[in-house]
């Protein structure tokens, strides 16, 4: 059971109870098993706090302070958590689903709405299913307008072909959302296509992406040869050979056989290895004496 001053602080609202955290933030605050189903918590400092198994069902909880709280068996149906602070939190053994249904727990908040709805929802499961099966990646420059006029025509031209083309074009700063943006897009595409023309935030992109996912990558050029440090990149074999094309019109006329064929064989061949491993893994080895 929660501690019911502590409790009692927390349910006259998130204002009162950041004052109260402010005043006092020595308190560790102890709202174990507490029944907080559907309380308004955004923003709310419940860092350090005790939720042992509290009801979170339904709770709203944008811009929450959960950093070193202990949310472990913690009941989290139907809650809308957005951009949640969970640095050091324990949240093992978070329950799911609603009281009636077999128990199913996650340990992750942030993952935990988005389970329930994939188990539940056949829309989630047919989206999810189109992201990995047609999803391509397309990397380039946007400046000058007839480099983005490239891109654009292969994305329509992937279109299509029944692919779900993404155009990614950073030209700011390398940060660590631009990472983990670019990491993100690339982990969920089935093949990406790179133009090498006139690179200039493709450099860093590819670095990003290729030397940490097996990802097939098929660049194309409009010139004799790509950037110096391209040359890097052949050592992994997820990288395709070049194709090299002479115009916009002949790129789109030739990106079925000359792009989309090899890229898709290379998804094909990737698959295979990895099932190869996996079943080499699960044989049993002969028993030796």
């Known amino acids: 059971m929660p501690n019911e001053e502590h409790y009692a602080k927390l349910k006259k609202g998130v204002k009162a109870w950041n004052h109260w955290r402010e005043v006092y933030p020595d308190i560790r605050p102890d709202l174990t098993e507490a ?12 860092s350090g706090a005790d939720l042992f198994q509290a009801n979170l069902q339904a709770a709203t ?28 939190a324990q949240q093992t053994d978070l329950v799911i689903t609603p009281g009636g249904e077999p128990v199913i727990t996650v340990d992750d908040v942030e993952v935990a709405q988005f389970i329930y709805l994939l188990l539940h929802n056949e829309k989630i499961r047919q989206v ?10 397309i990397l380039g420059r946007f400046e000058p307008p007839e480099r983005k006029a490239v891109l654009d025509a292969i994305r ?30 690339a982990f969920m595409a089935r093949f990406i296509i790179a133009d090498l023309t006139e690179p200039r ?31 890097d990149y052949w050592k992994y074999q997820w990288v395709l050979p070049v194709y090299r094309y002479e115009s916009l019109e002949g790129l789109i006329a ?15 061949e990737l698959s295979e290895r990895r099932r190869a491993l996996a079943e080499t893994q699960l044989t049993p080895r002969p028993a030796t004496g």
Do not use: H
């Open 35 to 46: 029944y907080l189903m559907s309380a308004n918590l955004d923003g709310a400092n419940l």
């Open 61 to 88: 909880l944008v811009g929450t302070n959960f950093e070193r709280a202990n949310l472990t068996g913690c009941s989290v149906y139907g809650i809308s958590a957005w951009n949640i602070n969970l640095r050091g």
């Open 128 to 137: 999810i299913e189109t992201i990995t099966s047609k999803t391509v990646l």
């Open 156 to 185: 329509e031209e992937l279109r299509r072909q029944n692919y779900v083309p993404i155009l990614f074009d950073f030209e700011g700063p390398q940060t660590r959302d631009f990472t983990e943006t670019i990491s993100t897009l």
């Open 201 to 231: 935030s493709l450099p860093k992109e590819l670095e990003a992406i290729v030397p940490t996912l097996a990802v097939p990558v098929q660049p194309v050029l409009a010139g004799a040869t790509p950037y110096g440090m391209f040359q």
């Open 254 to 268: 030739s990106l079925g056989d000359q792009v989309i064929t090899p890229a898709e064989a290379k998804v094909r």
